[in-house]
């Protein structure tokens, strides 16, 4: 069982504690004394808890889901690349300055395909969220990315991206060593790349630091993670010089999958199992892993100008705006 | 978004208490008074310390490019409020009401000392200079014209970055513009960018930072995280300049800074090296047989 991630799974959590007592030889020779058929009232049980988790996570807050996204329990990449792929070879170094941890990257075979892969990985122990710098990569990462995606145009092998971010690294190293600008490389050069490019948010998408990574022919998100242009706590000191008011800015921040989805800035939502990815990561990874071979799959047929040319034309279509008469 | 000033700010407004409006005005800088009309005819430079106050974008486009040459598009591009967003359309109002821009980004056609261009100026007055669909929009539109005219694109940027406003569809115009400075980079048209106070966040984080030649205004506050964000992430533990047009320069992150009565000169120059070749006259053809090599002449002359 998993521990509580939130408020609202204090009900879910009692439930699953109830079912599992229920299931204890002990109490089920005790409800047998007392006339009360077990299995009876543990299917009972289990039908309530399934009532109360879908009615729970398919309605989650945007604030709900912010904290899903972060979660510490939420697979991250290399959990889902070990399971995705068939083999993995990792990769190191931007060939200029560092090998940033914020950033994974390598080779990899899907379904026997190789690919390239580049994700963003966060880390769960204390030691290792140094090394990694939480998922914020400094300029090295996001070179280190180009530098594979340069790889992967090279010998003509799709990219697949992992996006999870609170943001890139925002420290006196990031801004000497040009963040801002291996960022807007990497928009421009992921926008130009002569092969074809499949990104996927798994948790946060946190804003430029995301992006840096996420310009590709097909982004998908899953249901439960974010993408958004500032943090819900950025937003809200902004605005109303109150950090805590996370919960309003990401409302009106409007940064769940399901809205990008809404503004036409993904393509497809991926399904998580119920009570979210961290509850049954090979579930996850299963969908995921379809999902990028369909999407991989339908663009293995284009050429490789016209895919180019579609995403330029797909960025070109970002943003609404009016157009008044003279 | 980032603080203005970042030294002599407590000093300026006890001096400047008793200055009547549109006579003299204090220095940002410096905090010294100065008469409105010098300031004017510094180009808005302290005329004692040397700040650079920062401009309009028609004040901008009046030093920069020859009198009367400037003709504006896609002014009729207006902002949505496709989140419905806490107050948004009326801060919208609030900027159309008090800002001599129609967006945070004027672009147009101009020339300098006759050369023609694409140019773009950034409105920090504007709601911050902040990038929403609108601006997006406009520069890349403004960087496809430069790219079919075949003539060099300009930008001056000032912003506190995307606009947060129109959520994820802001952080996405960094996407489009980047996209668009891609197809002019392929298409070897110049393209220059010069930073002015301030440029951060996802402005510098895009187009801003992916011009050929990249020149800044000195003093201005250049970075990718506002400076105060930085600052308490380090304990204080940065360097006097972090963040600024200099420091940028000390990292590689700059070609020069540029003082601004020498801007609109330095862009002319720059712009005459890069002017390509007068197209040589086409060689009397030595034969006026309609050929018949199918390898040549695949538009039918």
């Known amino acids: 069982m998993a521990d509580n991630a939130f408020d609202f799974e204090q009900v879910i959590a009692e439930l699953e504690g109830l079912i599992i007592q229920l299931r204890s030889p002990q109490r089920r020779a005790e409800a047998r004394d007392q006339g009360i058929d077990v299995d009876v009232e543990v299917a009972r049980l289990d039908a309530e808890l399934q009532r109360v988790m879908v009615q729970h996570y398919t309605n989650l807050s945007p604030w709900e889901k912010v904290q899903m996204a972060r979660y510490k329990d939420r697979p991250y990449a290399l959990d889902y690349i070990r399971s995705i792929f068939d083999e993995f070879m990792e990769l190191s170094g931007d060939r200029m300055a560092g090998n940033d941890e914020a950033v994974v990257g390598g080779l990899a075979r899907l379904d026997g395909e190789p690919v390239v892969v580049i994700a963003q990985q966060k880390a769960r122990d204390l030691k290792e969220r140094q090394r990694r710098n939480f998922g914020m990569a400094h300029a090295e990462g996001f070179r280190k990315a180009l530098r594979l995606a340069k790889l992967a145009e090279k010998f003509h092998k799709p990219l697949i991206s992992f996006v999870d971010t609170a943001g890139a690294a925002a420290d006196l190293k990031a801004e000497e060593h040009g963040v801002s600008e291996a960022i807007a490389r990497n928009l421009r050069e992921f926008a130009l790349l002569e092969t074809p490019v499949v990104c996927v948010v798994i948790g946060e998408g946190g804003s430029g630091g995301a992006l840096g990574v996420a310009v590709a022919d097909r982004v998908l998100m899953l249901e439960h993670s974010i993408y958004s242009v500032i943090s819900p706590e950025g937003c809200a000191a902004i605005l109303w010089h109150d950090k805590a008011k996370g919960a309003e800015a990401a409302e009106a921040l409007q940064l769940t999958a399901q809205n990008a989805k809404r503004f036409s800035l993904i393509d497809e939502v991926l399904p998580e199992p119920l009570g979210g990815a961290h509850r049954n990561p090979l579930e996850m990874a299963e969908t995921l892993k379809a999902a990028l071979i369909k999407h991989l799959g339908a663009l293995k047929p284009l050429e490789i100008q016209e895919i180019v040319e579609s995403r330029y034309k797909r960025m070109r279509c970002y943003g609404t705006w009016e157009e008044r008469q003279a | ?209 992916l011009g050929d030649l990249i020149l800044a205004e000195p003093g201005a506050i250049v970075g990718f995280a506002g400076r105060r964000v930085g600052n308490q992430e380090l304990g204080g533990r940065l360097p006097d300049n972090f963040q600024t047009s200099e420091f940028q320069l000390e990292h590689g992150m700059v070609d020069r800074i540029v003082p601004r009565k020498e801007m609109r000169a330095a862009l002319s120059s720059l712009i005459s090296f890069f002017e390509e070749p007068p197209a040589p006259a086409p060689k009397p053809r030595r034969s006026t047989r309609k050929s018949g090599n199918p390898a040549e002449g695949v538009d039918g002359g």
């Not at chain 2, 000093?11 to 220095?27: H, I, S």
């Not at chain 2, 920090?124 to 694109?153: C, D, H, N, Q, T």
């Not at chain 2, 115009?173 to 891609?182: E, H, N, P, V």
Request: aromatic content about 6%; glycine content about 12%.
């Open chain 2, 1 to 209: 978004m980032t603080g203005r000033g970042w030294f002599g700010r407590q000093r300026r407004d006890r001096v400047a208490e008793n200055v009547p409006e549109g006579f003299a005005t204090k220095c940002a800088g410096c905090g010294q008074i100065i008469f409105a009309r010098d300031l004017e005819r510094s180009l808005k430079v302290c005329p004692k310390c040397g700040y650079h106050h920062r401009l309009t974008a028609i004040e901008r486009l009046e030093i920069t490019v020859d009198e009367d040459s400037f003709e504006e598009m896609d002014a009729n591009l207006v902002s949505r409020d496709p989140l419905d967003f806490p107050d948004y359309k009326d801060k919208l109002a609030r900027a159309n009401d008090t800002s001599t821009s129609s967006e945070a980004v004027v672009t147009g056609r101009a020339t300098i000392e006759g050369r023609p261009l694409i140019i773009g100026v950034a409105d920090f007055g504007f709601m911050g200079g902040s990038m929403g669909s609108v601006v997006g929009e406009k520069i890349a539109r403004a960087m496809e014209r430069g790219l079919r005219e075949r003539v060099p694109v300009i930008m001056f940027s000032a912003s506190g970055g995307a606009r947060m406003q129109e959520g994820l569809l802001s952080l996405m115009q960094m996407a489009k513009t980047s996209a668009a400075a891609g197809k002019l980079d392929r298409g070897g048209v110049p393209y220059v960018v010069v930073l002015t106070d301030p440029t951060t966040g996802g402005v510098y984080a895009s187009y801003a930072c």
